[in-house]
């Protein structure tokens, strides 16, 4: 039988932000609850085949060789999700709601996302942060203090536990409007998420982010755009392709450029932007409902909580 894996967040990671790396921890835990524990197994090494987790393909416990279809058209969507979620179509949607329902194919691919993304995480925490692997050996983690009676119960719990730790790597404060703007588009426009492509940031407009500095996020190498920008978005790009080829010198310029804070900051900030693919791969990524204004953008805010203050056709009078 295999054993409910607990991720833990590594430790100089969770030492800067402890609330949002016990809340990432709990998020990881649920997925115990929302998905079979030998399809996870196989979803955590195709992940870390395709993003190169070399530690985890070498440590692997999973002992299975099932390979049934729902198995294969799990994997396959997952492969699409890691690779390129912008490519997920309706058949992939279609092969997957052959096996998962309808009521719990978010909370599915929600889990998905959280696999892919704690495995990026701790790549890019050792390549920037000097992080050692967390002893998975451990004392397994608790997923819940309440009681889980369903499969939809727990896949509403990790939705909800999702939304906790977003809000709260929102209330990060050690990173500039600017440079938070400028990694949360890299994000959206390499996920080709149509709400967050439409969003922008209203104190990044406020700090002197405008259209004509936006536009160059696509070809940043090649633009005038401050190093520091450059060197975040160089960041960005290997958190969110493959991790293990952040070239040393691109890690350690974004030493020399970035505190131990703001690097964390930088991490937790493209998890969270990131978020953004399980509505890509879902299809509801949809900006319809948003106001929009003359532009073609619509502008956003967060509260002191983390969480949306609210969306606006027009810039704020700041």
């Known amino acids: 039988m295999t054993e409910a894996h607990a991720w833990r967040a590594p430790e100089r990671l969770r030492t800067r932000r402890p609330e949002a790396t ?9 997925t115990n609850e929302v998905v079979d524990p ?16 070399d530690r985890l393909i070498t440590q692997n416990t999973t002992t299975t060789t099932r390979t049934s279809d729902a198995d294969l058209d799990c994997l396959a969507f997952t492969e699409q999700f890691v690779i390129d979620v912008s490519g997920i179509d309706d058949a992939h949607r279609e092969s997957l709601a052959r096996h998962v329902p309808a009521d719990r194919m978010r909370a599915f691919v929600t889990a998905i996302y959280i696999t892919e993304f704690t495995q990026r995480l701790e790549l890019m ?3 920037l942060l000097g992080d050692e692997q967390a002893d998975e050996t451990a004392e397994p983690l608790r997923t819940s203090p309440i009681a889980l009676e369903s499969p939809a119960d727990a896949g509403l719990a990790l939705i909800d536990a999702l939304r906790d730790y977003q809000d709260a790597v929102m209330r990060g404060t050690d990173l500039d409007p600017i ?6 588009l890299r994000c959206a426009r390499t996920h080709d998420c149509r709400i967050c492509k439409t969003l922008r940031l209203d104190d990044a407009r406020s700090a002197g982010v405008d259209e004509s500095m936006t536009a160059k996020v696509d070809y940043y190498e090649r633009s005038d755009l401050d190093e520091r920008i450059k060197i975040a978005l160089r960041v960005t790009d290997g958190f969110i392709t493959r991790p293990d080829t952040l070239a040393i010198e691109r890690a350690a310029e974004a030493r020399a450029e970035f505190t131990p804070d703001q690097l964390a900051e930088i991490m937790l900030d493209i998890t969270k932007w990131s978020t953004q693919k399980i509505h890509v791969a879902l299809g509801t990524d949809g900006a319809e409902r948003l106001p929009i ?3 073609g953008v619509s502008y956003f805010a967060f509260a002191e909580d983390g969480r949306v203050a609210g969306y606006s056709a027009v810039p704020s009078a700041r």
């Not at 016990?22 to 649920?30: G, I, P």
């Not at 440079?179 to 949360?184: A, F, K, S």
């Open 22 to 30: 016990a809340l990432l921890e709990r998020v990881s835990a649920l």
């Open 38 to 53: 030998l399809l996870l197994g196989l979803i955590r090494s195709a992940v870390a085949a395709l993003i190169g987790n």
């Open 125 to 127: 925490s050792r390549a």
């Open 179 to 184: 440079i938070t703007e400028m990694v949360r």
């Open 293 to 295: 204004g003359d532009a």
